[in-house]
Nanobody
Framework: QVQLVESGGGLVQAGDSLRLSCAAS????????MGWFRQAPGKERDLVAAISRDGSTNYADSMKGRFTISRDNAKNTVYLQMNSLKPDDTAVYYC????????????????WGQGTQVTVST
């Protein structure tokens, strides 16, 4: 069983940047795909970005060019760099661990962190 702990959320202004971190433990981190999801109030939880074991990435269309997912296998950590933040990016952001080494779809993810709040003001 993998444990995931997110950090780095907060209150920022539109146009600012944030970097979220997710520290993983309890399983061989480097062998699995990882992802970031977000859930805004009253909405479903949606995929933001995913990164496979080999470092290949996938992004939701609305995040392409603004968000970057990366991983540091030596630190058992996955990151989400968020630039040019908008009020619509306000949500709880969740780190997730896949059951597979490559990314196939949102249903891959079986383990979740507790979430970190990101609030973007105008």
């Amino acid at each position: 069983q993998v444990q995931l702990v997110e950090s780095g959320g907060g209150l920022v202004q539109a146009g600012d940047s944030l970097r979220l971190s997710c520290a993983a433990s309890g399983r061989t981190f480097s062998g699995y795909a990882m992802g970031w999801f977000r859930q805004a109030p009253g909405k479903e939880r949606d995929l933001v970005a995913a990164i496979s074991r080999d470092g290949s990435t996938n992004y939701a269309d609305s995040m392409k060019g603004r968000f970057t997912i990366s991983r540091d296998n030596a630190k058992n950590t996955v990151y989400l760099q968020m630039n040019s933040l908008k009020p619509d990016d306000t949500a709880v952001y969740y780190c997730a661990a896949s059951a597979y080494s490559d990314y196939y779809g949102p249903a891959d993810f079986r383990s979740w962190g507790q979430g970190t709040q990101v609030t973007v003001s105008t």
